[in-house]
């Protein structure tokens, strides 16, 4: 799993209001080998994770939370991310091909807003980029999980070799973290695993 995960792409979501959606957009996350999310904080919220929605994946990712935008975007300029918004202004480009992703920055943050108001004008005014998805219905938006994995599918198939796409300094850092727990649901093994996080077994 550690192989397939990578650092390329790092999702954002900015003020997100509601628990469980945050929970499920973890899980999918996760499931698609993002590694790191980060979270710029709701005044309100969310709270707690739910083992029933995020089936223990929360515990697999690398998460960061940010009081404010501006810091976020401060960080993600540091480290040298594009930002890409989801928006739904005329300015922003209809995602139907992997080709409305291309050229594809070699890392890049995708950036997902608050359920009812969607992206901060301050992070949209940063974004290099404003993607929307295609909608044939009378509904407004998608449900924010849905939404991203819709979005990530879309990065995914633009640009393939976002699988494993991480240094093995990082790697060897996430894998102390997870042996470290893994250890220790088995008596004794904490020193053993200890020995296998920069050579691990096949």
Not at 44 to 73: A, N, Y
Not at 190 to 202: D, R, S
Request: glycine share 6%; charged share 25%; aromatic share 10%.
């Amino acid at each position: 799993v550690l192989r397939r995960r990578t650092s390329r792409l790092i999702l954002v979501l900015e003020r997100p209001w509601d628990d469980y959606n945050v929970q499920a957009v973890l899980r999918t996350a996760e499931s698609f080998g993002v590694q790191y999310v980060w979270t710029v904080k709701h005044p309100d919220g969310p709270g707690r994770m739910s083992k029933s929605v995020t089936k223990g994946s929360h515990r697999w990712l690398s998460q960061r939370e940010f009081e404010d935008t501006s810091s976020c975007i401060a960080a993600l300029r540091s480290e040298g991310y594009a930002i890409w918004s989801s928006d739904l202004c005329t300015e922003a480009t209809e995602l139907r091909s992997p080709a409305d992703l291309q050229p594809f920055p070699d890392k890049v943050a995708l950036i997902l807003g608050r359920e009812a108001d969607g992206v901060s004008a301050e992070m949209l005014q940063a974004s290099d980029r404003r993607l929307f998805l295609p909608m044939q219905g009378f509904t407004e938006s998608f449900n924010l999980s849905v939404a991203t994995a819709m979005f990530l599918q879309r990065c995914f198939d633009a640009e393939p070799g976002l699988v494993g796409a991480m240094s093995e300094q990082e790697r060897i850092a996430i894998r102390r973290d997870w042996f470290h727990r893994l250890a220790g649901q088995v008596e004794g093994r904490v020193e053993e695993y200890a020995t296998w996080v920069e050579h691990p077994p096949e």
